[in-house]
């Protein structure tokens, strides 16, 4: 069938932050990737090297939580939070599948959904997920507190009866830290906002596109800087 035409069956069963974030920005980038699996045409070398720096500096970053290296010089203006949360028990890259009822599970198989935290400190009586962000803040604020209330809602059902949960994000070339506190009554209505755009992610059988210079701009399937392979891109 063309990757055109509606599908007979959704086969999407498990979804991340990205893939839904990829489902809000344009549905049919979505079906390409996750369900067409068009390949994507090899990264641009300027836009790759900033990917690589920070994945780099999130192994180090994890190396020095977990298993006592020097915190990096690129994160020195952090050094005493990353000391700090080594100091109090802090785990560092998790990766985390939990299934539909958010019981936690083993891989990609048997999950409803993977949440990935750079650092979490988590105790009886307190609760944070930190992120390390390599890049800038400007103009990505809307995504990124998107970004802490899915940790926060993981917090608050993996470990209810808090009065509080707290995310934090690290922009280490501004060296600024981004921090906020949610309540449980909060967090039950951005429960339900994820829960209800995943719902019609899992029911959608066009996954029809919405092309916008925002949107294709750095798409893979885009004419911009992608394949073009979407028909529709701008």
């Known amino acids: 069938m063309s990757m055109y035409l509606p599908l007979k069956v959704n086969p999407l069963r498990n979804w991340s932050y990205k893939k839904l974030k990829m489902y809000r920005k344009c549905p049919f980038s979505v079906r390409l990737k996750y369900i067409e699996r068009i390949p994507e045409p090899d990264p641009d070398p300027k836009y790759d090297a900033k990917r690589q720096r920070g994945i780099m500096l999130h192994e180090k970053l994890a190396e020095a939580i977990n298993r006592g290296a020097p915190v990096p010089k690129e ?6 939070v990353a000391l700090a949360l080594r100091a ?17 599970v083993e891989g990609w198989d048997n999950a409803w959904v993977q949440v990935i935290k750079d650092v979490r400190l988590r105790t009886p009586e307190f ?10 803040k400007h103009g990505n604020e809307m995504d990124h507190f998107e970004q802490m209330k899915l940790y926060a809602v993981s917090e608050w059902i993996i470990n209810p009866g808090l009065p509080e949960y707290t995310t934090e994000l690290y922009y280490l070339d501004q060296d600024e830290t981004w921090s906020h506190t949610f309540k449980p009554d909060k967090l039950e209505v951005y429960l339900g906002d994820f829960e209800r755009d ?8 066009i996954f029809r596109p919405k092309p916008s210079k925002f949107n294709c701009q750095y798409c893979p399937y885009g004419p911009q800087r992608g394949n073009g392979r979407c028909p529709v891109g701008v």
């Open 75 to 80: 994160a020195e203006h952090f050094e005493d």
């Open 88 to 104: 109090k028990g802090a785990v560092a890259e998790l990766e985390e599948f939990f299934d539909r009822q958010w019981n936690p």
């Open 127 to 136: 609760s944070l997920v930190g992120d390390w962000k390599s890049g800038r």
């Open 198 to 205: 995943v719902n019609t992610m899992f029911a959608d059988l």
